[in-house]
């Protein structure tokens, strides 16, 4: 079975510039989540959607950032403009969506981003 | 919203010996408990969950427990070997919604 596939893999960029990741998640998974994981910290909830829905971006700095999944498959992330504190892997993140047998979140490899 | 509070944030043992990491969590409404193991460079990877109708879950050297009336649980790993050295998370969610809040992660280093 296919995982959840992220692009890019690294990404260094000065402050300022802007910055877009791509997800896949896994076929037929419903629910779609973007995760930013600091260095020694576990993985924080930025946007969650569910088919093309948001269901939860209440923690996502909207002044700099952005999603979309359009068509309730692929997903994109940007961040614009990019800040020093933004430097974090960014994890996305796919499950079946609903129902006590759907909660298990699979997750991509992550896009490492370093803002300079 | 969900606060989940983990410790240790290291732990070191020596291969052989069994390891335990605790998570407590805030939010009584809260019934799906995650763990996930992070190698360097890795994906988070799902290891072992439980549901809040159980107290305890094993699966070969792992098994985690939960209190829900401490709204704690635990994860145990006996027989610790190397390759068990990794980032161990653990989560709390509402299973209908979906949504997981994550502790921040124990570094496990487990001397040959």
């Known amino acids: 079975e296919a995982g959840v596939a992220q692009s890019p893999r690294y990404k260094i960029i000065e402050k300022r510039q802007s910055v877009a990741f791509w997800c896949n998640p896994i076929?037929?998974?419903?629910?779609l989540y973007w995760y930013q994981q600091i260095l020694g910290q576990g993985p924080k909830l930025l946007i969650q959607f569910q088919n093309n829905g948001v269901v939860d971006d209440s923690q996502l700095p909207k002044d700099r950032f952005s999603a979309e999944r359009l068509k309730g498959v692929d997903s994109t992330l940007k961040i614009q403009p990019a800040k020093l504190e933004d430097s974090a892997v960014y994890l996305c993140a796919s499950s079946l969506g609903g129902g006590d047998s759907g909660n298990t979140i699979y997750f991509g490899e992550g896009s490492w981003l370093t803002v300079v | 919203g969900e606060n989940v509070e983990q410790h240790p944030s290291t732990l070191s043992v020596q291969e052989g010996d069994s390891a335990v990491i605790k998570c407590t969590y805030s939010?009584?409404?809260?019934?799906?408990f995650p763990w996930y193991k992070q190698e360097l460079g890795k994906r988070p990877q799902l290891i072992i969950d439980i549901r809040s109708n159980v107290g305890e879950k094993k699966d070969q050297r792992i098994a985690v427990t939960l209190n829900k009336t401490a709204k704690h649980f635990s994860l145990h790993i006996t027989e610790t070997q190397p390759e068990d050295s990794a980032v161990y998370f653990c989560a709390a969610s509402i299973a209908h919604a979906g949504k997981s809040t994550f502790g921040d992660g124990t570094t496990l280093t487990v001397k040959p």
């Open positions: 939010d009584s409404a809260s019934n799906y």
């Open positions: 076929s037929g998974h419903a629910t």
